[in-house]
């Protein structure tokens, strides 16, 4: 279990620095094809911005509760991702073949613009997941040492 | 071309992959680690890769050392501190030869940047010419990424999320 830190200037810090580093995240994640940036970046940065609450304020806090419930979305990333592939198939292309996704009004390239978004957001889902979920394990065997 | 910005930068690179490793204190080693991939991360930048640049500096720098942190956080501190054998004598000949030899190969490379390379010849032209029409997207890191070559990316998702369980199952014992 990660305790809560004891220093006020470190909590007052983290409740200002949790919000923006997530703002920022969903920036990178949703700007990637614009510029540089993505899926795995803004999903590693929305991680951080967990790990900043659960390392602050302590596993059991109520401002980790964002992080204990990340944890029952192991996968749902990877569903997501996969979930469009199949779309695809159902649109009679091959897995992961954008353009035959079934969205009426719109032209081959923004369907492919669409399977982008949503395969970019399945990305930052599995891997923002994964890295709370591994931070959750190490600190479960660090209870375990010193218990 | 200039070297006001590559030999600083691959001095100071040398100099904390060195100093990781010799350091005594496994905390410290890590810290250094952390302002390694950050000068990585600045020698991605000047090559003109920003994604991989953003990889290496929001990864290594950030959430590696959180991780190594808290592994060390769950040794005992007698366990932190390194007494290492002395440098055996065949790594001391050895290496520099092996150096010298990868020297020696990197001859053969093409040169940084050049249109005719087999790399930068195959597919990607197709790739550069293309993206901006079929996808939308004017980062063609990203539509390759996610949409040409989409399937290796399904996969790789599927390799982080199974670091994550494997973890899981092997480090949380007492909980569900």
Known sequence: ?147 | MTFAFEIPLLVLLILTAASAMLVKDLVSSVFILGSYSFFLALVWAWLGAVDVAFVEAVVGAGLATVLFLLTLFGTNPKDTRLRRPPTPWAAIVGLPLLGLLLMYGANDLPEFGDPASPASTHVSPTYLANSLQDTLTPNVVTSVLMDYRSFDTLIETAVIFTAGVACALLLRRDQG
């Open chain 1, 1 to 147: 279990m990660i305790q809560r830190h004891d220093s006020l200037i470190v909590s007052i810090l983290g409740r200002g620095l949790i919000p923006v580093t997530q703002l920022f995240g969903l920036y990178v994640l949703f700007s990637g094809q614009q510029g540089p940036g993505g899926g795995f970046v803004g999903g590693v940065i929305l991680a951080t911005s967990m790990l900043l609450s659960l390392l602050i304020f302590g596993t059991d806090a109520s401002q980790s509760r964002l992080a204990h419930r990340a944890l029952h979305g192991d996968g749902v990333g990877l569903l997501l991702f996969v979930f469009v592939g199949g779309l695809c198939m159902i649109g009679g292309g091959e897995v992961l073949n954008y353009a035959a996704l079934e969205i009426p009004g719109l032209d081959v390239a923004a369907r492919r613009y669409l399977g982008i978004v949503l395969t970019q957001i399945g990305v930052a889902l599995d891997v923002a997941v994964t890295g709370v979920s591994i931070v959750f394990s190490l600190s479960a065997s660090n209870g375990d040492s010193h218990a």
